[in-house]
């Protein structure tokens, strides 16, 4: 299965949302970033799943 750019664009944050969240100078920051982190695989799942049904 080809990676949408959906996909691909959500990976993206993921990973920038993640480093910030090990950066982050402050408790708030790094504990905000990994909310976010978690919203956004959790968007990514949503999207994967929604584009494997729509294939069927």
């Known amino acids: 299965m080809a990676v949408?750019?959906?996909q691909r664009a959500l990976i993206g944050l993921i990973v920038l949302s993640f480093y910030a969240?090990?950066?982050g100078e402050t408790q708030a920051v790094q504990i905000a970033a990994s909310?976010?982190?978690f919203v956004l695989a959790v968007i990514l799942y949503l999207v994967h799943r929604n584009e494997e049904e729509?294939?069927?």
Do not use: L, Y
Request: no cysteine; hydrophobic share 40%.
């Open 4 to 6: 949408s750019w959906r």
């Open 21 to 23: 969240s090990v950066a």
């Open 35 to 37: 909310i976010v982190t």
């Open 54 to 56: 729509d294939e069927k």
